[in-house]
């Protein structure tokens, strides 16, 4: 899956994804494994503490 969108807010990265119904723990993007932040008003979305431009890579979740 690919994240399609991403907002910055403070030390977060809010990233969406296409369409996701269950996130998990983790997020692990281009190799790297940061801890999920549910993001509770957005759908498709979930954050991770870390900046940077993800928009095109591929995303994978795990528990």
Same mark, same amino acid.
């Given at each position: 899956?690919?994240?399609? @969108? &991403?907002?910055?807010?403070?030390? /977060?990265? $809010? =990233? %969406?994804?296409? @369409? &996701?119904?269950?996130?998990?723990? /983790?997020? $692990? =993007? %281009?190799?790297?494994?940061?801890?999920?932040?549910?993001? /509770?008003?957005?759908?498709?979305?979930?954050?991770?503490k870390s900046k940077g431009n993800f928009v095109?890579?591929?995303?994978?979740?795990?528990?």
């Amino acid at each position: 899956m690919r994240i399609i @969108n &991403q907002i910055e807010i403070d030390d /977060y990265t $809010v =990233i %969406e994804v296409s @369409n &996701q119904t269950y996130f998990g723990n /983790y997020v $692990v =993007i %281009e190799g790297k494994e940061y801890p999920a932040v549910v993001v /509770y008003d957005l759908l498709n979305c979930i954050a991770i503490k870390s900046k940077g431009n993800f928009v095109g890579k591929e995303v994978f979740f795990h528990d």
